[in-house]
């Protein structure tokens, strides 16, 4: 995932490198033999991206990928863009909640 563009930002607050952060990733893991045809790339600016990084979007690979993956599976999660800082204590409590589950992120819902 890669976002690049911010509809709501200032220009001053788009980026220039998430766009390359991730084709530099999804090149990588092709080159190293994972098959693109196994990836999902929600990217802003990326040629041959799936989509583009909006909430539902990753919500719905994040869902697809909970339910897809078995036992043993390698998973490569990827993000570039803006982020926020949360008190650890927040985030701890949130994940051991579910931790039942690999549907648990640090997306709101």
Known sequence: MGVSEYPNLDEKFQLEGPKYDV???RDFLIESGFDRKQMRVLAD???GADGLPTSAAIKQALASLANDSQKGDFVYVHFAGHGSQQPITQLI???MR???SMRYSCLET
């Open 23 to 25: 084709r530099l990733a």
């Open 45 to 47: 600016g990326v040629e």
């Open 93 to 95: 409590s949130h994940i």
């Open 98 to 100: 579910r931790m039942d």
